[in-house]
C-alpha cells in the first residue's frame, strides 16, 4: 500500500479543480454577473431559482422580526460566551507542554481534518449547518425588505455548503437595526436547529437505550495482565470489585486502591459475550504505577454506560451538576463516546419500540443527530465571534457605531462609521491573537 496515496489523492484533487477554474475563466464564465465567481479559492455557483421561495417564507415580516430580535440578543450572548473561553484559553496555555498544547489540526473545525470530527457524520452536519443558515438570512433579508441577488453552492475541492448573496446596496443603505436582524439570522438558525436535533436525540435514546447494567464500562484489556486472563472485553461492564459495587468511576478507583498486589478478590461483571453478569475471583497483579496497590488491567471510560445516557438524555441532570454534564455533552468525542460505536455499543441494548433493530443501524441514525446538534453548536458560537467576515464581525461594528452615535452626539455619521470600522478591526485582531495564543505559546515556554 503506498504510503502517500491520501497526499497524491488529495494533490490530484487540487490540480483538477484548478484546471476546472482556469477554464472556466479562460472561456468567460467567472465574473461577478456570471454563473460562476470566484469567492477566494471557494468557487461560488451562483442561481436566481430559490429566491420565490425567499420571498414567500419571509412575507411574514413581524414573525422574523421578532425572532431576529432575539437572535441578535443570542449573538450577544455568545458572543460574550466565547471570548470569555478564548481569554481562559490563553490563561491555561501558560500551564501547558508543547505535547499537551492543541495542534494545528485542531484548530480547524472540518470533518476528516480535526481528529474528533468524523468525516461521514461532520460532512453532513456541516452541510445542513451552513445551507440552513444560509437561507435564514436570505428568509430574513427579504422579510427586512432588502434585496437577495443570487442563492447557490460554495465549492472548493469539497461542497461544503451554501450562499445567499443580499444585495450590497440596500444592506449599507438600511438602518443598523435591520442590518442586524440579518447578521443574527444565521446564528440564531444554528442555535436553533441545536435545539431541535438535540431534542430529538434525547427523546430517542431516552426511549430506545439501555444500559446492560450499573458500573463502568471496559474500552480497553491489556494483555498478559489478570483481566485478560478472565477474558474480559472491551464492552463488558464492572458491577462490583470485592463486594463493593462500582456504579461510577470514583468507585470503582476507591474499590481498586483497598486492594493490594497478589490479593484474590471477588469481580462481578455484565459480559458481553455471554448476555449476562458473571461473578468470578482474580488474582490481582501489581500495579506499574502504584506498587502496593492491585492491578487488574483494564481502562475504563470516563462516563459510565448509565451517565453516558444520562448526557444524551438530559445533561442538566447530571450528578455532577448543569455546568459539569454540559460540558460532559460537548467533549464526548474528546473522551471517544462519540460516534457511539464498536465496545461502546455494546454497553446497551435496545428497548421500547426499537426492540429488534439492528443496533449499528439505530446508532447510526443516533450518531447522525448528536452530530447535528454539536456541529450546529459550534457553527452558532464562532459566527457570533466579533471577527470579519463572520457574523459577529457585522454586528459588534454595528454595536460599536450605536455606541458612538448615543455617546458622541457630536460626531458625524462618517466619523461614527470611521470609528466603528476601526473597532471591529480591532476586535478581530484581538481574537486572531487569542485563537492563536493557545497554539503558539505553549511551544514558546
Request: with cysteine; aromatic share 10%.
Amino acid at each position: 500500500m503506498d504510503p502517500y496515496l491520501g497526499y497524491e489523492i488529495a494533490v490530484l484533487v487540487v490540480v483538477v479543480y484548478a484546471a476546472l477554474v482556469l477554464w472556466l475563466y479562460r472561456s468567460g464564465r467567472i465574473g461577478p454577473d456570471k454563473t460562476f465567481t470566484l469567492f477566494g479559492p471557494a468557487l461560488m455557483i451562483k442561481t436566481q431559482r430559490g429566491r420565490s421561495a425567499l420571498e414567500r417564507w419571509g412575507r411574514f415580516r413581524r414573525f422574523w422580526t421578532v425572532a431576529a430580535d432575539v437572535g441578535i440578543a443570542l449573538s450577544i450572548v455568545a458572543m460574550g460566551t466565547i471570548l470569555l473561553l478564548l481569554v481562559f484559553g490563553a490563561i491555561v496555555s501558560f500551564r501547558l507542554t508543547p505535547a499537551e498544547a492543541p495542534s494545528a489540526q485542531e484548530a480547524l473545525a472540518l470533518p476528516g481534518i480535526n481528529p474528533i470530527i468524523p468525516l461521514g457524520y461532520g460532512i453532513v452536519a456541516l452541510v445542513v449547518g451552513i445551507v440552513v443558515h444560509e437561507l435564514w438570512h436570505g428568509i430574513v433579508a427579504r422579510s427586512q425588505k432588502i434585496g437577495v441577488k443570487s442563492l447557490g453552492i460554495l465549492w472548493c475541492v469539497v461542497p461544503v455548503g451554501a450562499f445567499v448573496e443580499q444585495d450590497d446596496a440596500d444592506m449599507t443603505a438600511a438602518p443598523r437595526r435591520q442590518r442586524d436582524r440579518v447578521a443574527a439570522a444565521g446564528v440564531l438558525a444554528n442555535f436553533v436547529l441545536t435545539i431541535v436535533f438535540f431534542a430529538a436525540l434525547s427523546g430517542l435514546i431516552a426511549g430506545a437505550v439501555v444500559p446492560n447494567a450499573n458500573g463502568v464500562g471496559i474500552a480497553a484489556v491489556e494483555s498478559n495482565t489478570p483481566a485478560a486472563n478472565l477474558s474480559l472485553a472491551p464492552g463488558d461492564i464492572i458491577t462490583a470489585v470485592n463486594g463493593t459495587a462500582t456504579p461510577t468511576l470514583a468507585t470503582f478507583e476507591a474499590a481498586l486502591a483497598n486492594t493490594t498486589p497478589g490479593e484474590r478478590v471477588s469481580l462481578a461483571y455484565y459480559s458481553v459475550g455471554l448476555g449476562r453478569i458473571v461473578t468470578t475471583n482474580v488474582t490481582l497483579a501489581t500495579s506499574p504505577t502504584v506498587q502496593d496497590r492491585g492491578f487488574l488491567g483494564v481502562a475504563v471510560d470516563s462516563l459510565t454506560p448509565a451517565e453516558i445516557k444520562q448526557t444524551l438524555v438530559w445533561p442538566l441532570g447530571s450528578s455532577s451538576g448543569p455546568l459539569i454534564g454540559s460540558i460532559d455533552w460537548i467533549v464526548l468525542p474528546l473522551a471517544s463516546l462519540e460516534p457511539v460505536s464498536g465496545s461502546t455499543m455494546s454497553y446497551f441494548h435496545l428497548g421500547g419500540a426499537f426492540a429488534g433493530t439492528n443496533p449499528t443501524t439505530f446508532w447510526v441514525g443516533a450518531n447522525v443527530l448528536y452530530w447535528l446538534a454539536w456541529m450546529n453548536l459550534l457553527l452558532g458560537i464562532s459566527n457570533a465571534l466579533p471577527l470579519v467576515p463572520l457574523d459577529g464581525g457585522l454586528l459588534f461594528r454595528d454595536y460599536a457605531a450605536t455606541l458612538a452615535a448615543r455617546f458622541k452626539r457630536g460626531w458625524s455619521e462618517a466619523k461614527v462609521d470611521a470609528f466603528a470600522g476601526r473597532a471591529v478591526a480591532f476586535s478581530s485582531l484581538i481574537v486572531l491573537l487569542l485563537l492563536l495564543w493557545q497554539f503558539v505559546v505553549p511551544r514558546l515556554l
